[in-house]
T-cell receptor, first 111, second 113 residues
Framework: QKEVEQDPGPLSVPEGAIVSLNCTYS??????FMWYRQYSRKGPELLMYTYSSGNKEDGRFTAQVDKSSKYISLFIRDSQPSDSATYLCAMSGRAGNMLTFGGGTRLMVKP | ETGVTQSPTHLIKTRGQQVTLRCSSQSGHNTVSWYQQALGQGPQFIFQYYREEENGRGNFPPRFSGLQFPNYSSELNVNALELDDSALYLC????????????FGPGTRLLVL
C-alpha cells in the first residue's frame, strides 16, 4: 500500500462546477500538506500549502486537512477550462524535507 | 527573481550510458531536491542537498548520485542507465526555513533506449 493514495481520474466536469479532489495517507508524522498543479510536460506548480489540520482559502481554491482521518481535500470553485491539469497532493513531516506525493488526479473542465 | 531552471529540457540516451542533469536553484534558496516522475505517476524523491551536503535520500540505488555547488546549483548523475530510468527528472529548491516549501523547475525529460 502506498503512503499517499489519490484517485487517478480522469475527472471530467463542466465549466463553472465545484471540483473536489482528495488524498488519503497513512503516515501520522506528516505535518505539512501541499497541492500542486501540473500541466502536461511541465513541472509542478504550487497551489496551496497548509500546516497541520484546518482550512485555507486562496481565491477559488480551498484546501482542507483532517489529520484525525488522514484525509486532505482541495476544492476548486467556478472551475475554468484553464484548470484542466493533473493535481498532485504532497506532504512532508518537516518543512523543507522530502515530499511524498500522491499519484495525481487528472482533471478536465469542459467549456 | 528567477525561478528554478533545469538543463537540458530533453535527452535521449542508450542503456548503459551515463547522464548528467543540471539545476539552478531559485535566488535565495540553499536547498535542492531531485525527484523522478515516471509517466502517469507522482514524483518520487531521489535525494536532497543542503549547503553542499546530502541531506536525505529516497529509495534509489547508488548509481543515482548528486552534487551541490557553492552557488547552490546542483547536478544529478545517473550511471549505467536502464530502460526504467526513462522519466521526467524534477529539481526543486527551497530556503530550508520552517514554513517554506519546495518550488519546482520545468524538468528534464530523459528517454533511455
Amino acid at each position: 500500500q502506498k503512503e499517499v493514495e489519490q484517485d487517478p481520474g480522469p475527472l471530467s466536469v463542466p465549466e463553472g462546477a465545484i471540483v473536489s479532489l482528495n488524498c488519503t495517507y497513512s503516515n501520522s508524522a506528516f505535518q505539512y500538506f501541499m497541492w500542486y498543479r501540473q500541466y502536461s510536460r511541465k513541472g509542478p506548480e504550487l497551489l496551496m500549502y497548509t500546516y497541520s489540520s484546518g482550512n485555507k482559502e486562496d481565491g477559488r481554491f480551498t484546501a482542507q486537512v483532517d489529520k484525525s482521518s488522514k484525509y486532505i481535500s482541495l476544492f476548486i470553485r467556478d472551475s475554468q477550462p484553464s484548470d484542466s491539469a493533473t493535481y498532485l497532493c504532497a506532504m512532508s513531516g518537516r518543512a523543507g524535507n522530502m515530499l511524498t506525493f500522491g499519484g495525481g488526479t487528472r482533471l478536465m473542465v469542459k467549456p | 527573481e528567477t525561478g528554478v531552471t533545469q538543463s537540458p529540457t530533453h535527452l535521449i540516451k542508450t542503456r548503459g550510458q551515463q547522464v548528467t542533469l543540471r539545476c539552478s536553484s531559485q535566488s535565495g534558496h540553499n536547498t535542492v531536491s531531485w525527484y523522478q516522475q515516471a509517466l502517469g505517476q507522482g514524483p518520487q524523491f531521489i535525494f536532497q542537498y543542503y549547503r553542499e551536503e546530502e541531506n536525505g535520500r529516497g529509495n534509489f540505488p547508488p548509481r543515482f548520485s548528486g552534487l551541490q555547488f557553492p552557488n547552490y546549483s546542483s547536478e544529478l548523475n545517473v550511471n549505467a542507465l536502464e530502460l526504467d530510468d526513462s522519466a521526467l527528472y524534477l529539481c526543486a529548491s527551497s530556503s530550508g526555513t520552517i514554513g517554506e516549501t519546495q518550488y519546482f523547475g520545468p524538468g528534464t525529460r530523459l528517454l533511455v533506449l
